[in-house]
C-alpha cells in the first residue's frame, strides 16, 4: 500500500534545481523533508501515484475474483474439445505422459518425449510441464476432457493472479482504479490466449506465467524489506527468504517453458531504475546521492545475482542438450534459411503482426508457417514501409517524450511494463533459432506488458477529472473500453470452437491464410472428396515444390485403385525421396509408409506378373530402382538396387 504514496527522488532532485534556478537556495529542498522514512527507503518500488485514476466501488481481490470467473466462463466451451493439432505428438501420443517411461528418464527428454540430445530434437525443455500432464493422466486418464478442464483451471488461477500482483500497481488494499478493472477485463478477454487455454499444450505458457507472477511478488516483496537494512548484508532474513523463493519461482517458470528466464529481466526492472537514479542523483545533487547508495548497491547486488543465474541456466541448458540448435524444415521456418539481410527485414515485418495480434486480433490462426506471412525478399518489399515504418516511427516518437518528460525514470511502473512487453517476445523475434515463424502463443507474456501499459495510460487520463466526477473524456474511455473488451469476449468464445478439433482447426486455418503449405497439405487431409484433397495438395505444391508430405499423398493418391496411374505415382515418389525435407523423422516414416504399402507392391505386382509386356515390366522395374535409389542409403536398400538391375539384365531390357 506504500506504492500508492511514494514519490522518487528524481523528481525531488529536478524540484531542488527548479527552485535554485528561481533562487531558492540549493539543498533547502531535501528529500526527507517530503518523505517519511519508511518511504524514503522504499523509492525503488514500482511507483504508480502519477497515474492513480477513478477509483471504483470494488476491491483489488474483487475485480481478481470477477476475471477469475470471466475467464472459466470464457473458456468452458473448451471442455468438450478433442486432441488438436500438437495435442496428438505431444500428450496423447507421448510415452513420457502415459507413463510408458519413468520419470527420471523423462529428465532427459524434450517436449515431445524424444532424446534431447539428439540432432532431431525439437530442444524444446519443458519438465514441469510434461510431469503436469503425468499428474493429470493419473487424477482423470488420457480424456481430453480432463485436460483441457486442468488449462481452464490454471487460466482462472493466472487472471486472478495478473490481477492481484502485476495489475495492482497504485491501488490501495480497499480499492481499484477504473484502469485496473479495464486493463484487467482486456487481458482476461483476450482472444490471442485461445491458443494457450483451448491448445492443451499451451499449458507451458500459463505455467510460465503463474510461476513468473510468484518470482516477481517475491522479488518486490524481498526488496521492500531488505531495503531497510543499513548494508548489503544487513537485511531482514526474511528478504533473503523471499530471494530464495523467487528465484525458486523463476526456474520453475523456464521449466515449464524456455521464455520464463526472461523473467529475471521483470525482476531487476525496479533495480535498475534505481541504479540509473542514483546516476541522474549524482548529476542533480551529489549531497542526495551520498544517501541512495546503500539501496542502490543492494540494487545492484540484486541485479548481478539474476544476471548471474541467467547465465548459469544458458550454460546447463548447453551442456544438457549438446546442439543446441533445433532440426526443422524450410517449410516450418523460412528464416532458418535465408540471408541475413531478409531475415532481419522479416522479423520488422513480423513485429508489425505481433502488434497487430496484440492490439486487434480479429483473424487468427494456428500456423504461420511459409507460406502464410511470406518472408522479405529484397528491402523494396512495400510492407516494409507500409507498416513497419509507421510503427517504429510512432514508438521511437513515444519513447523520445517519454524521455523528454522523464516519464521512464520518474516511474518504474513504466519500466515494468516495457520489460514485460519486450523481453519475453525477445526469444520468438529470431535473434535465436526457432522452429517456427510465429505463434499466437508467444504473445501470452508480452500481453501482460500491454495491458499494464493500458493501467497506467486510462489511470493518467481519467486523473486530471478531480474527485469521483467523470468527464466527457472520461466517459469517451469507459465506452470504448467496454466497447473493446465486449468485441474481444465475443471474438474469444467464437475462436474457442475452432479448436474443437483438427478439422474445424485447419479449415480456419486456411481460411484465415490461403498460402500457408502445411495448412494446405492439412487441410487435403481432412477432405474425404479425393478430387478436393488433391486440390489442396496441388496448390500447396504451386507454392513449394518439395513439400514432402502433399508430394507422398499425391503419390498415395494415384496409386489408389480409383486414380491409378502408376506413373505419375511415381514421379510424385521420386520427387518425394530426393526431397531434403522427407529425411527428417516425421517425414520419412510417412514416404515409407506410401511406398511401403502403396506404391512398391503395385509396382512389384505389374513387374512380376508374366501377363504384363515385357517393355512394361522393364519400366517397372527401372521405378523399382530409382524409388529404392532415392531412399536412404543403407546395405539394404543397395542391395535391393543391385537385385533390380540383374532382373532387368536377365529379362533383356535395354539399358
Not at 182 to 206: K, L, Q
Amino acid at each position: 500500500s506504500h506504492s500508492r504514496h511514494l514519490t522518487t527522488d528524481v523528481v525531488y532532485m529536478m524540484r531542488e534545481r527548479r527552485g535554485a534556478k528561481k533562487g531558492q537556495p540549493a539543498g533547502k529542498t531535501d528529500i526527507a523533508q517530503h518523505t517519511p522514512d519508511v518511504e524514503r527507503v522504499n523509492t525503488d518500488a514500482l511507483d504508480a501515484a502519477n497515474f492513480e485514476g477513478q477509483p471504483t466501488p470494488l476491491s483489488n481481490r474483487s475485480v481478481a475474483v470477477l476475471c477469475s470467473l470471466l475467464a472459466a466462463i470464457l473458456y468452458a466451451n473448451t471442455l468438450g474439445h478433442d486432441y488438436t493439432f500438437d495435442d496428438l505428438a505431444a500428450v496423447q501420443n507421448n510415452k513420457d505422459v502415459n507413463w510408458s517411461t519413468p520419470v527420471l528418464t523423462t529428465i532427459g527428454h524434450d517436449f515431445w518425449g524424444a532424446d534431447i540430445t539428439q540432432i532431431s530434437s525439437h530442444k524444446s525443455y519443458r519438465p514441469l510441464t510434461v510431469q503436469s500432464f503425468r499428474v493429470n493422466f493419473v487424477l482423470a486418464g488420457q480424456t481430453p476432457g480432463a485436460l483441457h478442464l486442468g488449462n481452464v483451471v490454471l487460466y482462472a488461477v493466472c487472471a486472478y493472479a495478473v490481477c492481484r500482483t502485476v495489475l495492482a500497481i497504485g491501488d490501495t488494499a480497499s480499492t481499484a482504479s477504473v484502469g485496473s478493472l479495464v486493463s484487467a477485463v482486456w487481458w482476461t478477454s483476450h482472444p490471442v490466449h485461445t491458443e494457450a487455454v483451448a491448445s492443451i499444450v499451451g499449458r507451458a505458457e500459463i505455467l510460465c506465467a503463474l510461476f513468473s507472477f510468484a518470482a516477481v511478488t517475491a522479488v518486490q516483496w524481498a526488496r521492500l524489506r531488505d531495503n531497510s537494512g543499513a548494508s548489503i548484508s544487513a537485511g531482514p532474513p526474511a528478504a533473503w527468504g523471499a530471494y530464495t523463493a523467487a528465484i525458486a519461482a523463476l526456474m520453475c517458470a523456464t521449466l515449464a517453458k524456455e521464455t520464463g528466464i526472461t523473467i529475471a529481466v521483470v525482476c531487476a526492472a525496479p533495480d535498475v531504475c534505481c541504479v540509473v537514479r542514483l546516476i541522474w542523483a549524482r548529476r542533480w545533487s551529489p549531497k542526495e546521492a551520498k544517501t541512495m547508495m546503500p539501496t542502490a548497491a543492494r540494487s545492484m547486488v540484486r541485479v548481478i545475482a539474476l544476471a548471474a543465474l541467467c547465465v548459469g541456466y544458458l550454460a546447463g541448458r548447453k551442456i544438457l542438450m549438446g546442439v543446441d540448435t533445433p532440426s526443422g524444415r524450410f517449410e516450418d521456418n523460412p528464416l532458418r534459411f535465408i540471408t541475413r539481410e531478409q531475415r532481419v527485414l522479416t522479423a520488422l515485418v513480423l513485429a508489425t503482426e505481433n502488434a497487430r495480434l496484440l492490439t486487434w486480433p480479429w483473424v487468427l490462426s494456428c500456423d504461420y508457417s511459409f507460406d502464410a506471412i511470406p518472408y522479405v525478399k529484397s528491402a523494396k518489399d512495400p510492407r516494409l514501409y507500409q507498416a513497419v515504418l509507421p510503427l517504429f516511427v510512432a514508438l521511437g516518437g513515444a519513447c523520445i517524450y517519454a524521455v523528454r518528460r522523464a516519464a521512464v525514470f520518474r516511474d518504474a511502473a513504466v519500466v515494468v511494463a516495457l520489460s514485460w512487453l519486450v523481453f519475453p517476445l525477445l526469444p520468438s523475434s529470431h535473434i535465436v533459432d526457432l522452429g517456427l515463424v510465429l505463434a499466437e502463443r508467444t504473445l501470452f507474456l508480452p500481453s501482460i506488458g500491454v495491458a499494464l501499459l493500458l493501467k497506467l495510460v486510462i489511470d493518467r487520463l481519467l486523473a486530471p477529472t478531480g474527485g469521483r466526477k467523470l468527464t466527457t473524456r472520461g466517459i469517451a474511455v469507459l465506452v470504448t473500453a467496454t466497447a473493446l473488451c465486449g468485441s474481444f469476449q465475443y471474438r474469444t468464445v467464437v475462436r474457442n470452437r475452432d479448436w474443437a478439433n483438427n478439422s474445424a482447426l485447419f479449415r480456419s486455418a486456411n481460411e484465415a491464410y490461403p498460402n500457408s503449405v502445411k495448412m494446405l497439405y492439412m487441410r487435403g487431409n481432412i477432405e474425404t472428396n479425393g478430387e478436393h484433397a488433391q486440390m489442396y495438395y496441388k496448390r500447396a505444391l504451386e507454392i513449394y515444390p518439395f513439400h514432402c508430405y502433399s508430394l507422398s499423398s499425391m503419390a498415395a493418391y494415384m496409386s489408389h485403385s480409383y486414380y491409378r496411374d502408376l506413373d505419375k505415382a511415381v514421379a510424385y515418389a521420386e520427387r518425394a525421396g530426393s526431397s531434403s525435407a522427407c529425411y527428417f523423422a516425421r517425414g520419412k516414416r510417412y514416404y515409407n509408409q506410401v511406398m511401403d504399402q502403396e506404391l512398391v507392391p503395385l509396382i512389384e505386382a505389374d513387374a512380376t506378373a508374366k501377363t504384363t509386356p515385357l517393355p512394361l515390366r522393364c519400366k517397372r522395374l527401372g521405378q523399382l530402382r530409382t524409388l529404392h535409389s532415392v531412399d536412404e542409403w543403407s546395405g539394404a536398400e543397395v542391395q535391393t538396387v543391385q537385385q533390380l538391375k540383374q532382373r532387368r539384365i536377365e529379362l533383356g531390357c535395354s539399358s
